[in-house]
């Protein structure tokens, strides 16, 4: 059975840009999280999206937004890029509808912003 | 104080040895507890989810203690592939299935 997949894996941006990241979760998983692993800061909760609604949002600001998808894939967006935002991004999935709440990772994204 | 909080770390012990790693938790509403562990520069990879009763999967047994708030990882004879940060991880409860990680512990086996 395939993992939950992320693309791409590397991106470099400059300041101020704007990036968008996807993320395939687990078949048969309808919940999707992000989270940003920034060097020194250990994981952080972003976002998490069920049956293509946002269900819970992390201390982060309104730049960073996603969406779910009728097929349950996801996108992170990051508008106005900062140095700060520069890390690994990862993406879970869960069948938390299924009163399963383990989650599981895909092997993320690392984003670096110059 | 931090949400959930674990030993400093780092560890580094020989191969064959015991390994415990204890972890706490602020939230008393928390329902769900796990540990992962994370290779460098790689994923966290869910190790096991941790029960009220306690759990054990091959040398690997995991303790919650509730009323103390209190998770623990024992890690027995333990190998060199066992070598990695563990996480102590805890669902934030009231159903907002945010995952809160801990710092981490680095574990170095030694041959």
């Known amino acids: 059975e395939a993992g939950v997949t992320q693309s791409p894996t590397h991106l470099i941006k400059t300041r101020g840009q704007q990036v968008t990241l996807r993320c395939s979760p687990i078949?048969?998983?309808?919940?999707v999280y992000w989270y940003q692993q920034a060097l020194g800061l250990g994981l952080q909760f972003l976002l998490w999206?069920?049956?293509?609604?946002e269900r819970n949002r992390g201390n982060f600001p309104p730049r960073f937004s996603g969406r779910q998808f009728p097929n349950y894939s996801s996108e992170l967006n990051v508008n106005a890029l900062e140095l700060e935002d520069s890390a690994l991004y990862l993406c879970?999935?869960?069948?938390w509808g299924q009163g399963i709440d383990e989650q599981f990772f895909g092997p993320g994204t690392r984003l670096t912003v110059l | 104080r931090k949400e959930v909080e674990q030993d400093p770390g780092p560890f580094n012990v020989p191969e064959g040895a015991t390994v415990a790693f204890n972890c706490t938790y602020s939230?008393?509403?928390?329902?769900?507890f796990f540990w992962y562990r994370q290779d460098c520069r790689k994923e966290p990879k869910l190790l096991m989810s941790?029960?009220?009763s306690g759990n054990e999967d091959g040398r690997f047994t995991a303790q919650l203690n509730r009323a103390s708030q209190y998770i623990s990882l024992l890690i027995r004879d333990s190998k060199l592939s066992d070598s990695a940060t563990y996480l102590c991880?805890?669902?934030?409860?009231?159903?907002?299935?945010?995952?809160?990680f801990g710092q981490g512990t680095r574990l170095t086996i030694n041959p």
């Open positions: 078949s048969g998983h309808t919940s």
């Open positions: 991880v805890v669902n934030g409860g009231g159903g907002a299935q945010k995952l809160v």
């Open positions: 941790v029960y009220s």
């Open positions: 879970a999935s869960s069948l």
């Open positions: 939230n008393s509403a928390s329902q769900s």
């Open positions: 999206y069920d049956e293509g609604e």
